[in-house]
C-alpha cells in the first residue's frame, strides 16, 4: 500500500529554518512528480512547491520563491522542503502529495496520493 509519511514539524521563531522529510513508500518513487501542499486554519490548502521524477525541475509559488528549496532523494524515497528565512504566516499543517504525471502545474484534483500531514508553527 503506498504511504506518505512527513517528519520534521515544529516550532520555529520567526527567521528560523526548518527541513521537512516525507518518506514514500509502495510506488515507483522517481515515476512521481513529488510536490508539498500546505493549509493554514480557515484556509483553503494552498500549493507551495513541486519537483520531477529526475529532481531536474522545480516549481514554487511565489510566497515561498527564494526561501524555500524543494528536493529529492531517490534511492531513499524521499523528497525534502528546506525551509529558510521563515514568517509567521508559514505557519500551518504542511502535506507531501504525489501525481503520475509528466510534469506541469499542479492540479489538486489530480494528486493520487496524500501524507498524513505535519505541523509546522513560526512564532513571532
Known amino acids: 500500500q503506498v504511504q506518505l509519511v512527513e517528519s520534521g514539524g515544529g516550532l520555529v521563531q520567526a527567521g528560523g529554518s526548518l527541513r521537512l522529510s516525507c518518506a514514500a513508500s509502495?510506488?515507483?518513487?522517481?515515476?512521481?512528480?513529488m510536490g508539498w501542499f500546505r493549509q493554514a486554519p480557515g484556509k483553503e490548502r494552498e500549493f507551495v512547491a513541486q519537483?520531477?521524477?529526475?529532481?531536474?525541475?522545480?516549481d514554487y509559488a511565489d510566497s515561498v520563491k527564494g526561501r524555500f528549496i524543494i528536493s529529492r532523494g531517490n534511492a531513499k524515497n524521499t523528497v525534502y522542503l528546506q525551509m529558510n528565512s521563515l514568517k509567521p504566516e508559514d505557519t500551518a499543517v504542511y502535506y507531501c502529495a504525489a501525481r503520475f504525471a509528466y510534469y506541469r502545474p499542479w492540479i489538486q484534483s489530480r494528486t493520487d496520493y496524500w501524507g498524513q500531514g505535519t505541523q509546522v508553527t513560526v512564532s513571532s
Open positions: 509502495g510506488l515507483t518513487f522517481s515515476s512521481y512528480t
Open positions: 519537483i520531477s521524477g529526475t529532481g531536474s525541475r522545480q
